[in-house]
């Protein structure tokens, strides 16, 4: 079975500049999230989807950031403009959709972004 | 909103010894927690969860075991090799609402 897929790997970008990452989840999988990883801290969502809505994007700086999901598979997450503070792992998820909420989430390789 | 708290942030044993993450939680609501293993440049991997009606969990040399009462669980692998060296994570969750602890870089000592 194919894990999450994520492009590109690395990105290094200037402040106020626009940057985008693409995820795709494991078939099947009706969840996806966008967790921001900065350096020596654990992963910290961003945004939830489950088919093509949104749960929760509580954490989402939406001045700048901004998630999509239209067909309830793939899913772009945008930085605009970027901040040097932005510079972070972004890491995007999926799990199965079951009763209960206690599903495993499985993480792709995620993106490193460096803003300068 | 959940907080979950881990230590130690480093650790360090011998090749053969055992190591012990320990991680504690503030809502009792939580109901799943697994632990993740992150490699340099990869993303977090599942290696062992547990479940609220469970109070203990094998699977090899990994171990987890739960006290809902304390709100604490801890990871426990024995006779660690090189490769289990990595940063573990433990997570709480609430119906998919994940909280991460901020992570134990473990070294294992040839």
């Known amino acids: 079975e194919a894990g999450v897929a994520q492009s590109p790997r690395y990105k290094i970008i200037e402040k106020r500049q626009s940057v985008a990452f693409w995820c795709n989840p494991i078939s099947g999988h009706a969840t996806l999230y966008w967790y921001q990883q900065i350096l020596g801290q654990g992963p910290k969502l961003l945004i939830q989807?489950?088919?093509?809505?949104?749960?929760?994007d509580s954490q989402l700086p939406k001045d700048r950031f901004s998630a999509e999901r239209l067909k309830g598979v793939d899913s772009t997450l945008k930085i605009q403009p970027a901040k040097l503070e932005d510079s972070a792992v972004y890491l995007c998820?999926?799990?199965?959709?079951?009763?209960?909420?206690?599903?495993?989430?499985?993480f792709g390789p995620g993106t490193r972004l460096l803003v300068l | 909103g959940e907080n979950v708290e881990q230590h130690p942030s480093t650790l360090s044993v011998q090749e053969g010894d055992s190591a012990v993450i320990k991680c504690t939680y503030s809502?009792?609501?939580?109901?799943?927690f697994p632990w993740y293993k992150q490699e340099l440049g990869k993303g977090p991997q599942l290696i062992i969860d547990?479940?609220?009606?469970?109070g203990e969990k094998k699977d090899q040399r990994i171990a987890v075991t739960l006290n809902k009462t304390a709100k604490h669980f801890s990871l426990h692998i024995t006779e660690t090799q090189p490769e289990d060296s990595a940063v573990y994570f433990c997570a709480a969750s609430i119906s998919n609402d994940m909280r991460f602890g901020a992570g134990t870089r473990l070294t294992v000592k040839p």
């Open positions: 989807f489950q088919n093509n809505g949104v749960v929760d």
């Open positions: 998820a999926s799990s199965l959709l079951l009763a209960g909420g206690r599903e495993t989430q499985y």
């Open positions: 547990i479940r609220s009606n469970v």
């Open positions: 809502d009792s609501a939580s109901n799943y």
